[in-house]
């Protein structure tokens, strides 16, 4: 990693220019900036070719995968159904709803 480089300061007049020291960083060798030149050159044409190759996928979309269907019930759901099939363990089932549920203000 190259270290950091200092601010330069640009003198004001022509004359001055003499008194300013060259930059102490090294630069890239000119055969990695063709490259680097090179592979931004292509930079627009690759992006491209990935734009429409999405527009392409998404046209016509797949068709969602359906859910897999649970063998059985949850004991939760087993227990409610055992609780709706009796008459008095119904109506208990709406009093309770009746009473914790939202309050008349919220329904």
Same mark, same amino acid.
């Given at each position: 990693? &190259? ?5 330069? *300061? ?21 055969? /990695? ?16 070719? *990935?734009? /429409?190759?999405?527009? &392409? *996928? ?20 087993? /227990? ?10 119904? *109506?208990?089932?709406?009093? &309770? ?11």
């Amino acid at each position: 990693m &190259a270290p950091p480089r200092s601010p330069v *300061r640009f003198p004001e007049e022509a004359e001055a220019l003499d008194e300013v020291p060259a930059p102490s960083f090294q630069l890239a060798a000119m055969e /990695q900036s063709a490259a680097a030149y090179e592979r931004a050159s292509r930079l627009d044409l690759q992006t491209a070719a *990935r734009l /429409q190759a999405v527009v &392409a *996928r998404t046209a016509e979309p797949a068709p969602a995968q359906p859910a897999a269907r649970l063998r059985g019930r949850p004991a939760e759901a087993a /227990q409610v159904v055992g609780l709706l099939q009796h008459p008095r363990s119904a *109506r208990q089932v709406v009093l &309770a709803s009746a009473i914790l549920g939202l309050p008349k203000a919220l329904e």
